[in-house]
């Protein structure tokens, strides 16, 4: 068996060996530096493999275990940390597809290493125990991992369930103009945003009508029932090529007010919502799946830097969290064949079109 992935998929067996074998975590701020005075002791390790789950316990060496609690194997502090070092370099000098390193093929065995990322059908990819020094207890947290080493993670995804879809009003948009606009496949980069602009050049705007997979929608209704319409303006606004970094998008809908909100005490309506949303979507809601509030990563998010330092950001710590995210999260452009948008159609003699949601981490 050869093991083969991208830098983010070896980051998550770079985050085991590191961890393990510093037996600490630090806990990072909102500009992704490290809080020196503030770490947690690691206790064990739990990694879940396809049909197994694998205990590192952090004693006197790193002893593993399997779930019937049988000894497999043990090793030294020292040897995960050195391991780690060297999966770091590897990984370093990986190309942006999947790649083998085929000198660890065997270490990886040793350690019950089968895959080198979680299930993806769930956000968390590593758990800790760990001692909690606020609270002086020692709990079992789910962390999602995000790695920097590679391309940047995705927080939000696309499907054809996440389009948006709008009613194009007040256009002079004839039937071959339509189909210009919907035949421009020019092999350069602002396909969508063209065809948005030609929109708008040809007398169009673009009234919100809905999300077209109601799971979806329901989800962001249940953090704010304004989320639909607010995120329909982010991307109206990312797609005019107006802002794209989430902090820039709120400058944005401050100015614009779609949601009509009192803004003369400066309240923070239009951040505070999509942190909300960019936490929720970090830990537990996707969009396919209806979101009951139920946190899957339930610590929080391990980054790992450019440097390889791996930091914490602890759901105790919640400001620093959501200040992070917001910070560091904007609109990408998904595939516009893929996932059947960016294309005028006509439904009961009104014209549509639609624009799709992914949202990044970096």
Known sequence: MSYSGNKGEWSEIYTLLKLAGEKRVFAGDANLD???????????????????????????????????????????????????????????????????????????????????????????????IVHDPITQHEPKLGFSIKSRLGAPATLINSTIGTNFEFEILDSLLSNEIINQINNDNKPTKGKIQRRFQSILDNGGRLRFHQIIEKTFSQNLKVIDSNLPLIISECLKLYYSGTARKIPEIVDHL?????????LTDEHPFYKYKLKRLLYDSALGMVPATPWRGIIDATGGYLVVKEDGEILCYHVYNENEFQEQLFQNSYFDTPSSTKHKFASIYKRNDKLYFRLNILVKFR
């Open 34 to 128: 490290k809080i020196d005075n503030l770490f947690y002791p690691i206790l064990k390790i739990i990694r879940s493999e396809k049909d197994e789950t694998f205990f590192y316990t952090l004693d006197s060496k790193i002893i593993i275990k399997n779930s019937s609690d049988e000894i497999i194997d043990s090793f030294s502090f020292k040897e995960f940390s050195e391991k780690a070092l060297e999966l770091l370099h590897k990984i370093k000098s990986l190309g942006r597809n999947k790649s083998s390193i085929p000198e660890f093929d065997s270490f990886l065995r040793s350690i019950q290493c089968l895959n080198l990322s979680a299930k993806s059908s769930e956000k968390r990819d590593l758990t800790l």
């Open 254 to 262: 401050n100015t614009i007010n779609p949601c009509e909100y009192d």
